[in-house]
């Protein structure tokens, strides 16, 4: 059974991932995961049954979510860490059962309020139940292996605040503590040392962020995108007519999100790049800096992608869906007796 504290992620494979999923989830579980050797567990996986809450083309989803896990491994995670484990949601099906028994214990008003939902809703003609009751379905991603850390995009927050919520509510409701929650935001920032979540824009449209449903791709710096193409992106992302290089985020967006880029793929911070470029009249020399960093990670990237060996990462599927089955079963049951469907 689980006996050290958990850090856990995942990204839907309804689509190839973006430089955004890299810089929000999986670059900070990674460089968890080398931080807390032995401290921490990590749990990794592709919340399969979400990725079509969403329309999408099925014929392609279980390669897409094979592939996302090569390139999980192609950011680094070490899968001879005894402590992660990595695995497909719908491959553990108490995901599901815990989700039905939580609709009952999450409220129709706070579902409506998810942003994530507003948004997405507006772009469909027929909004389907799966996307109204995401929320509830990654609560119970969480909740079933009593995460304490989520590292996801600023995007996320609002779901991992909502599953702190159930579950709070949930133990309440019974008088003992189920589920261990997640901590609260300040916590969570406190323990990855930032002031706010990772939120990299759309470089045609830096007041979006990017997104793996934007239709013509040329706003998004996609994994599989060659250094070439990534490189024309970047040189033709919007900026403004200020001609500065500063880090205002509201007034220069298109800037500022180049600037995150740069700081979060180098690991400068954002004020040493500031400094750097600040006798800079026009954007050129900056793109191109910037443009030239992400090329080289792209082709590290794709590099570490191919030499991904895919029995190894068979294998650890193989072992960590076994193992987490039974940490889910087990979470399960003491549920399934609270709400009295068990004796
Ligand atoms: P998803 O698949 O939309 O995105 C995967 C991760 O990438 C982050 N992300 C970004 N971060 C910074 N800038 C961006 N432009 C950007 N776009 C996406 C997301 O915040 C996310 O961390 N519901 C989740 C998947 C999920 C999950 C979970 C996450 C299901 N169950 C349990 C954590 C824990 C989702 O749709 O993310």
Redesign the pocket.
């Known amino acids: 059974m689980q006996t050290k504290e958990v850090i856990?992620?995942?990204?839907?494979a309804n689509n190839d991932l973006h430089l955004?999923?890299y810089?929000?989830?999986l670059l900070p579980i990674v460089k968890m995961q080398k931080k807390y050797a032995g401290e921490f567990q990590i749990n990794l996986f592709v919340?399969d049954l979400?990725s079509f809450t969403t329309p999408i083309d099925h014929t392609k989803l279980y390669e897409q979510t094979m592939h996302n896990l090569k390139l999980y491994v192609a950011s680094g995670l070490d899968l001879n860490n005894n402590d992660t484990f990595l695995y497909r949601q719908s491959f553990i099906p108490a995901h599901s059962e815990l989700t039905v028994i939580l609709n009952n214990f999450s409220y129709m008003g706070e579902l409506s309020r998810m942003t994530q939902f507003k948004e997405k809703k507006t772009n469909q003609e027929n909004v389907s139940a799966g996307l109204f009751d995401?929320p509830v379905?990654?609560a119970a991603?969480?909740l079933l292996y009593g995460a304490k850390y989520?590292p996801?995009?600023?995007?996320?927050t609002q779901?991992v605040e909502l599953a702190r919520d159930i579950g709070i509510r949930f133990n309440n409701k019974f008088g003992k503590e189920i589920f261990k929650v997640p901590e609260d935001e300040k916590t969570q920032l406190a323990f990855t040392h930032e002031q706010q979540r990772?939120?990299?824009?759309d470089l045609l449209r830096p007041e979006k962020?990017?997104?793996?449903s934007d239709a013509s791709g040329k706003g998004v710096i996609f994994l599989g995108d060659t250094p070439e193409v990534a490189t024309k992106k970047i040189m033709s992302s919007t900026t403004d007519s200020v001609g500065k290089i500063n880090y205002d985020q509201k007034n220069q967006p298109g800037i500022s999100n180049l600037i995150d880029i740069y700081s979060l793929l180098s690991g400068i911070p954002v004020s040493e790049i500031v400094d750097k470029y600040k006798a800079e009249t026009s954007y050129n020399t900056f793109k191109t800096e910037v443009a030239r960093n992400v090329s080289n990670f792209l082709a590290d990237f794709q590099k570490n992608l191919n030499a991904v060996d895919q029995d190894s990462l068979n294998k650890k599927l193989a072992e960590s869906e076994k193992a987490m089955n039974e940490v889910a079963n087990s979470k399960l049951h003491e549920v399934q007796k609270a709400v009295g469907l068990r004796g």
């Open positions: 856990l992620t995942g990204l839907r955004g999923n810089l929000g989830a919340p979400h995401y379905l990654m991603d969480i989520v996801v995009g600023d995007d996320q779901h990772p939120r990299i824009k962020k990017m997104s793996k």
